[in-house]
């Protein structure tokens, strides 16, 4: 009897391990952020010291993050910009929230490659590190496309 009451309450230990450890990995994947890039290009720069870039970041996680900052080798610096009615203004940082998408794009929110330390042709390749506040960074390779070039994702 003594036997069976060890076998039955291990069994029992087991069953509520076992079960706490799937919704800890539940909970864990549902409150983090997932986020990916898609759809990334810069238009062929029209002047000899600054340039544009767009990008779509997907956040398929059940928790907002935050991109913080943005980075390149061609370039001194990389500012974040808004556009509202017309009128764009510098950002410290764009929200994105759990299970939706931050856009640039032409005429939009918007990346500016400022001080470029060569001149980017249609066909190169430009490196762009992304800064999140709770994720780790990622590095996107952004094609330059022709200076009037209008993707069919509409952005």
């Not at 799937?22 to 290009?41: C, F």
């Not at 808004?82 to 203004?89: E, I, N, P, Q, W």
Request: aromatic content about 4%; charged content about 15%; some cysteine.
């Amino acid at each position: 009897m003594r036997r069976r009451a060890v076998l039955t309450a291990g069994a029992l230990a087991a069953a509520l391990a076992l079960t706490g450890c799937s919704e800890s990995a539940a909970d864990s994947g549902s409150k983090t952020a997932e986020l990916s890039v898609s759809s990334p290009y810069m238009p062929q720069p029209v002047s000899a010291d600054m340039a544009a870039g767009f990008l779509t970041i997907t956040n398929e996680g059940g928790a907002g993050d935050e991109l913080t900052s943005v980075s390149s080798d061609v370039a001194g610096q990389v500012t974040m910009h808004s556009t509202t009615g017309g009128a764009m203004a510098e950002e410290s940082s764009f929200r994105i929230p759990a299970h939706g998408r931050l856009v640039f794009r032409s005429g939009g929110n918007h990346l500016m490659f400022e001080q470029l330390k060569r001149a980017l042709k249609q066909g190169q390749t430009v490196s762009v590190k992304l800064t999140f506040a709770q994720s780790g960074p990622l590095t996107v390779e952004m094609p330059v496309k022709p200076a009037t070039y209008n993707p069919s994702t509409g952005h």
